[in-house]
């Protein structure tokens, strides 16, 4: 299995910026598929970004524009910077690694199949 560990997370106003990271204890790190997937009590878990072997990035909509995910295979590290921030991004955000992620962003990975980390907490206040 592979560990991740989220950190970065913190309450911030309307319009702030956070860069959340995640690292990762496993071997070939740049053979996995990563995501950042957010959850608040009561709802589902949502995709808000993926990035590929190859780099190849993609986005739910509601982020687009204001969230980068990049990945740093030598430091097993992926980020999320997210810049004007509002509140509806208030949630708590997980990273996830496989070997192969498919709709990841409509469909997050079950627990069993991939690896998710414990979350880091955002919160987001007028």
């Known amino acids: 299995r592979v560990r991740l560990v989220e950190s970065g997370g913190g309450s911030v106003q309307a319009g702030s910026s956070l860069k959340l990271s995640c690292a990762a204890s496993?071997?070939?790190?740049?053979?996995?598929?990563l995501g950042w997937f957010r959850q608040s009590p009561g709802k589902q878990r949502e995709g808000v970004a993926v990035?590929?072997?190859?780099?190849?990035?993609s986005y739910t909509d509601s982020v687009q524009g204001r969230f980068t995910i990049s990945r740093d295979n030598a430091k097993n590290t992926l980020y999320l910077e997210m810049n004007d921030l509002k509140p509806d991004d208030t949630s708590k955000y997980i990273c996830?690694?496989?070997?192969?992620?498919?709709?990841?962003?409509?469909?997050?990975?079950?627990?069993?199949?991939?690896?998710y980390g414990q979350g880091t907490q955002v919160t987001v206040s007028e």
């Open positions: 996830a690694a496989d070997l192969v992620c498919v709709n990841w962003l409509v469909t997050p990975p079950s627990a069993y199949t991939a690896n």
């Open positions: 496993v071997e070939f790190f740049e053979s996995y598929c």
């Open positions: 990035i590929d072997l190859d780099g190849t990035t």
